[in-house]
């Protein structure tokens, strides 16, 4: 069965902290795609990242990383040096039917504070 | 201009009540669905189309319909409203082939209370 699994409900920093948010996923198939997507107090969803299951080189885009680790079905979001603008509910996502649905399985979500 | 646009933007309404969302998107793609959002339960796909004439029922369609009326607009009915109904409801678009492939766009969403 599929499943995004974010274990972590809230997490709390001060401004310009490093904070890694966890991601572990279930899934049989061994074409499948993992998403990060930001929710901020305004309520719209972010598109952030996505990482096909056959790319596992960890990507970079300015203060934010993702570690995407097969052997332990995890695909990790760091954010460097937080900001307070960094605040919001963060997602993880699955989509593993091979394009049949594109049927999007989400993480409950990770709530981030960041405390000036 | 907001790629994917959703009205009304917040909606109170009765139970019983019928309510329409409507979803309109700039981006030319194919793929169209529909989700709601739920404390601590994160989206749920209500359902998704592929085309004007692809519909299909996702993981929780039970009290919902929609309507493809054209490439760029799917609509979200809610035939009488009840008040579980209540949450925020996402439209999002994605398309096939390309570096984006199969990434979902969302809307910005629509806030429905029913009381």
């Known amino acids: 069965a599929q499943k995004v699994t974010q274990a972590q409900t809230e997490i709390s920093v001060v401004e310009k902290e490093d904070v890694t948010l966890d991601c572990v996923y279930e899934?049989?198939?061994?074409?499948?795609?993992l998403f990060w997507y930001k929710q901020p107090p305004s309520g719209e969803l972010v598109f952030l990242i996505r990482r096909n299951s056959f790319d596992e080189q960890n990507e970079i885009s300015g203060r934010y990383s993702w570690n995407f680790q097969k052997s332990t079905s995890s695909f990790n979001f760091t954010i460097t040096a937080s900001q307070v603008v960094d605040s919001a509910v963060y997602f993880c996502?699955?989509?593993?039917?091979?394009?049949?649905?594109?049927?999007?399985?989400f993480g409950t979500g990770t709530l981030l504070a960041v405390q000036p | 201009d907001a790629d994917v646009t959703q009205t009304p933007r917040n909606r109170i309404t009765k139970t019983g009540k019928r309510i329409m969302l409507e979803c309109s998107q700039t981006?030319?793609?194919?793929?169209m669905y529909w989700y709601r959002q739920d404390p601590g339960l994160g989206l749920r796909l209500i359902y998704y189309?592929?085309?004007?004439?692809?519909?299909n029922k996702g993981e929780i369609s039970d009290g919902y319909s929609v309507s493809r009326q054209a490439q760029a607009k799917f609509s979200l009915s809610l035939e009488s409203a009840i008040p579980n109904q209540t949450a925020l409801y996402f439209c999002a678009t994605s398309d096939r082939g390309g570096p984006s492939t199969d990434t979902q766009y969302f809307g910005p969403g629509t806030r429905l209370t029913v009381l």
């Open positions: 981006k030319g793609h194919d793929r």
């Open positions: 189309s592929f085309d004007v004439k692809d519909i």
């Open positions: 899934t049989r198939d061994t074409t499948y795609y």
């Open positions: 996502a699955l989509s593993d039917d091979g394009g049949a649905t594109n049927k999007l399985i």
